[in-house]
């Protein structure tokens, strides 16, 4: 199944895909709320909003799978998004991105290796995935490299649309 046809479900509770975005590139994020890496949701709102009109979206992952910094109701995760870091980008429902129960999206990501080669688990919260118009992965970095970092920004131009 391509990546942009599998089902998927925002925060709100609505049906969605990758698809929806075909045309753009897409940031996808796994995210949570109580982690030390829990800023970088303000370096992924500014990219979102300095490079929407160029075509990109940038897309968090609430995950509660790496020591419960993730714990709220979806409620409350769209609440502190909004108010903590003015999150304006889409949030997808929680999901589970390792073990038995991982989503068919990262089922799919997880392989895509990063810069050293290494594809598999998901290593934190805040891993990123840059994807290509159309839904191919390009690119992967790990948590600790941040939103902004001149290499994520790098790939991310490398595939705006336009």
Known sequence: MALTDIPL??????STSLGDYADRAILLVNVAS?????????????LARDY???GLTVIGVPCNQFMGQEPGTPEEIATFCSTTYGVSFPLLAKTDVNGDDRHPL????TKTADAE???GDIQWN????VIAPGGQVVNRFRPRTEPDAP????????VLPG
């Open 126 to 129: 805040f891993e990123k995935f």
């Open 117 to 119: 080669g290494q594809a």
């Open 151 to 158: 290499e994520v920004v790098a790939a991310i131009e490398a």
């Open 9 to 14: 479900t925002t925060l709100d509770g609505k």
């Open 52 to 54: 929407a009109e160029r």
């Open 34 to 46: 109580k982690c030390g890496l829990t800023p970088q949701y303000g370096a992924l709102e500014q």
């Open 106 to 109: 990262y089922a799919e990501l």
